[in-house]
């Protein structure tokens, strides 16, 4: 059974404690899956065998007829009898090898971690998700001692598996764990001894996808012109500018014939061309004074930049701009913007080459220390999209108008097409 990691944005976890009765009981658990739980583990510490079986196969019907995936805590034998959907074990508990050896490769084992050792051993062992914590102190396992926000950040980036925070979890403290790279929550208090499950699971599902990625990412780059920034006029006007005042006479639609050149080959094109009286260097240094304070007083960011940064950066997600500006000029654009805070550096064209060769996004990445498979790029222009995706890196189109008859083109290539980046996931 193939695991969907939006299954655990909101993983419910269940107490008798707060129900009485097993018919309280499960009614408790039908309103967390209409509230939004994906996942719910039927946690039992003090039944008799033959009892916990009973209950399991109601639980495992339940969850089954409302759309959610069933767990059983520790007893993979239950697991196995009552056909549940998985298992979850702890470190002292049948150890994931064992669990995955008798449910087989198509059911789902889940297993407890307190730091990357544990989460790495569990992965080697077979298991489909991480249960990490205690993320804050709590009431459910008074021995269990609250793991750093550090060690959750190291557990995600350590595992290839999805990972999930356990432990005093609650309305008041989850957007605590935003940039630890979590695929969600699992709550026991939070639900089920709230006097609303239904309402109370709505409310912790909203937030937690605000610190749960719906998907693996592990980096993001942005190119800046027309993807990050409304700023596509800079290099329509620029140019022209600038073979002005060397004496040439450019056409209205020059930007065309240069837009997927890198700076060093524009220069060189636009010296040939209109047998300017300079060198590309002068040129390239023409470039850089007109557009400069564009980027430093002008330029704005495209329709939803803000908020996808605002969320990446909630998921955990490092994030870098590659451009085929200076470096230097995104960094401005970006503080005066209030996003630099949000990315990790820029890397210009201008070092490693044009986009038709995928030097500037592999720098990217390896600044990120991300891996391209699980690393999007964002494109406005099809010969970029291109090469990011032929060099193994997922690619997200963006819209601009200064590129709409590559837009058709763009939205078949990538991996995802938006208008407005805020449509991202």
């Known amino acids: 059974m193939k695991l969907d990691r939006r299954r655990l944005r909101l993983y419910a976890v269940t107490d008798r404690a707060w129900a009485g009765g097993e018919d309280a009981l499960m009614a408790q658990i039908a309103a967390a899956i209409e509230g939004g739980a994906g996942m719910v583990q039927l946690r039992e510490k003090n039944l008799p065998e033959n009892e916990l079986l009973e209950e399991a196969g109601r639980f495992v019907q339940l969850c089954r007829g409302r759309g959610a995936f069933s767990i059983i805590n520790d007893s993979v034998e239950t697991a196995a009898r009552a056909g549940a959907d998985g ?57 269990a001692k609250p793991i750093s926000k550090e060690t959750i950040r190291a557990i995600t980036r350590a595992v290839d598996i999805p990972v999930v925070a356990i432990g005093g979890v609650g309305k008041g403290n989850i957007l605590q764990l935003s940039g630890c790279g979590l695929a969600g929550v699992a709550v026991v208090s939070a639900l089920f001894a709230q006097s609303d499950v239904r309402g109370a699971a709505q409310k912790m599902a909203a937030l937690a996808g605000q610190i749960a990625a719906p998907i693996d990412l592990r980096g993001a780059i942005f190119d800046l012109d027309g993807t990050l920034t409304d700023s596509m006029y800079i290099w329509a006007d620029a140019p022209r500018a600038l073979v002005r005042r060397y004496g040439g006479n450019p056409p209205e639609n ?59 950066e909630g998921w955990g997600v490092p994030c870098c701009i590659a451009t085929a500006s200076e470096a230097f000029q995104a960094q401005s654009a970006m503080e005066r913007l209030g996003q630099w805070k949000r990315f990790h550096s820029a890397v210009s064209c201008v070092q490693y080459g044009g986009k038709h060769t995928p030097g500037v996004y592999l720098e990217a990445a390896q600044r990120l220390g991300a891996d391209p498979a699980r690393t999007v790029v964002f494109e406005d222009a099809l010969h970029a999209a291109r090469t990011a995706k032929k060099a193994g890196f997922l690619v997200c189109g963006v819209y601009d108008r200064s590129s709409d008859a590559d837009w058709p083109a763009l939205s078949q290539l990538a991996d995802w097409a938006v208008r407005d980046l805020n449509e991202f996931l």
Do not use: W
């Not at 080697?124 to 021995?143: E, M, P, Q, R």
């Open 87 to 143: 298992v979850h074990v702890g470190q002292s508990d049948l150890a994931a090898g064992q669990a995955r050896a008798i449910l087989g490769p198509d059911k789902i084992v889940g297993v407890s971690a307190h730091n990357v050792e544990e989460a790495l051993r569990a992965q080697a062992a077979g298991a489909d998700y991480l249960g990490v914590g205690a993320a804050f102190a709590t009431g459910t396992k008074s021995d």
């Open 254 to 312: 020059l930007h065309e014939d240069i837009r997927e050149m890198g700076r060093r080959e524009a220069s060189d094109y636009l010296i040939e061309r209109f047998h300017l009286p300079c060198t590309a260097e002068e040129m390239m240094a023409g470039l850089n004074e007109l557009v400069s304070d564009e980027y430093r007083l002008r330029v704005p960011l495209k329709p939803g930049a803000e908020a996808l940064l605002r969320r990446l």
